[in-house]
């Protein structure tokens, strides 16, 4: 639409020019009187347009005898032994032409011209015989107009230039982006990085490959190299370091080298103390290594900053073999952190229902059922109910919410929105890094039950046998001495949730 407009208005300042002209051509023509002109005892009488064309004329012949005698002048030039001097003229017109094109394509490349850019472009190449002015302008011009082909291939041709080799290659990469093939497109990165270390956005796109690579190394070599450029603030700076340490941790531990993995996993933990994967990965570590007391430290650290349930997790995996009462003891100053934060409300639910005080469970749950109906926060409710020997109408009525009730706070990319149910570096949906955080999604995505909720939903209560019968026995009753999970009311959903 914006073409079509610009093309009305220059044909209409055209028409108006041209009817402007032709007026004054008329206007002239019907001027009375003559213009005299007096040289060399010769008088020459001249009507206004005859003299007006005189003029023309004049300038004209002017104009010509001074490109004669520049021509000229190179001639003799070259005639006393200065070779280049006659080249040297014509270069000067042709050069002159060349940049006029040139201008002409960078006009029409912006104007989003494509096919006349091309056109330009390859003028101005004619003349002025520059190729790293020119290429880089074709080859932009057949991307404009889909020619993909057209513009590898002059990119390839500026590799051969150390002036525009950085240009092709960066070029290259981002074509090889376009087609979807990252494994090229990482090589070609690494040569631009190579070339230009300094260079943002291939900063950026390097790093972003490399990421989805899972090169952690190479990604920490580019992190480097932007924090010595100052291209992103420190405390990014420090925040990815820990999460490309976190990474590094994972990737150790799953090789089997435990060491490796345990100085990343601290790394991790001091460069973002509350980042919750580093802080549940240092307390492993702690936890393992026999030092419960630095376990603590890090997870009352992260807890404060960001409650999550990986964080309780970890928490209770310090003392596997505690009792629940004991364990409700240990995670009272736990509690204490963040008293009103609902992750601290459920988790104090969970480990009262794990220490069968059910109405302690429901003072800790508060009306987070009501304000907060996620499926966690119903099925405690459920559990709650029938804890207090509630009707089977009423847990089965908690438990049919959970069913349709959201997930709540989950892993999500803040890029795509995309859900993830476990933390990684990297979203697995559009690969970018860094971007999940603990967030309630943006479209309200519904759960169904975990398995330890299953008992409770499909519990039965047993048929009385008439009075003159015996209760028959299933053909595969288990023996009295064995344990049977469904007759054990005393274990809650929020102690099979919690790890021990």
């Known amino acids: 639409m914006n073409d079509v407009i610009f093309s009305l208005i220059k044909v209409g300042i055209f028409v108006v020019l041209a009817a402007a002209l ?18 060399g005892g010769q008088e020459l009488q001249l009507t206004p347009l005859k003299f007006l064309l005189l003029l023309l004329v004049a300038f004209a012949a002017f104009w010509i005898l001074l490109k004669l005698a520049g021509l000229i002048l190179a001639i003799i030039r070259t005639l006393m032994g200065e070779k280049t001097a006659l080249n040297r003229y014509f270069d000067k017109n042709r050069e002159r032409k060349g940049y006029a094109a040139l201008s002409d394509a960078m006009i029409a490349l912006a104007s989003g011209e494509g096919p006349k850019a091309v056109a330009r472009a390859a003028k101005a ?21 889909g020619d993909r082909i057209k513009a590898i291939e002059l990119y390839k041709q500026l590799l051969g230039n150390d002036r525009t080799r950085f240009i092709g290659v960066k070029g290259l990469m981002n074509a090889k982006l376009e087609e979807g093939d990252t494994e ?5 990165a690494e040569k631009a990085f190579a070339l230009k270390p300094g260079h943002n956005a291939v900063q950026d796109t390097l790093f972003a490959l490399q990421s989805e690579a899972e090169d952690w190394a190479g990604a920490r070599r580019t992190l480097n190299a932007k924090a010595r450029a100052k291209t992103l603030p420190k405390d990014v700076v420090r925040r990815r ?17 435990i060491g490796a993995a345990r100085d990343a996993a601290l790394m991790a933990n001091r460069n973002a103390p509350a980042l919750v994967p580093g802080a549940v990965l240092a307390a492993q570590v702690y936890t393992s290594e026999g030092t419960p007391r630095n376990a603590v430290r890090v997870l009352n650290k992260a807890w ?21 009462a004991e364990r409700l003891t240990r995670f009272a100053p736990f509690l204490r952190l963040k008293p009103d934060h609902p992750e601290t409300r459920l988790l104090e639910t969970e480990l009262h229902l794990a220490a069968e005080d059910f109405p302690a469970a429901r003072r800790a749950l508060g009306d987070l059922a009501e304000k907060n109906p996620t499926a966690r926060t119903l099925a405690l409710m459920a559990a709650v109910t029938r804890g207090e020997g509630a009707p089977e109408e009423v847990v089965r009525g908690w438990l049919a919410r959970a069913l349709t009730a959201p997930r709540g706070e989950q892993w999500v990319c803040s890029a795509c929105h995309s859900i993830h149910p476990i933390w990684s570096p990297t979203c697995s949906n559009c690969e970018a890094f860094d ?66």
């Open 241 to 257: 370091d820990a999460v490309l340490s976190v990474a590094d941790a994972m990737t150790y531990h799953k090789a089997g080298n």
């Open 435 to 500: 971007t999940l955080s603990w967030a309630l999604p943006a479209e309200t995505e519904h759960a169904g039950l975990s398995e330890a909720m299953l008992p409770l939903l499909m519990r039965n209560e047993p048929e009385q046998p008439p009075e003159d019968e015996p209760a028959k026995e299933p053909d595969n009753a288990p023996s009295p001495d064995e344990d049977d999970p469904q007759d054990d009311d005393s274990t809650p959903v929020a102690k099979q949730d919690l790890p021990s």
């Open 125 to 145: 190449e004619k003349l002025l015989h520059k190729p790293e002015l020119t290429r880089l302008l074709t080859a932009q011009a057949a991307e404009m107009t």
């Open 22 to 39: 032709a007026f004054g051509l008329m206007y002239i023509q019907d001027t009375p009187g003559q213009i005299q002109i007096a040289f």
């Open 184 to 188: 090229r497109a990482l090589k070609l």
């Open 304 to 324: 404060e900053a960001n409650p999550h349930p990986d964080l309780a997790a970890a928490y209770a995996a310090i003392a596997p073999d505690e009792t629940p």
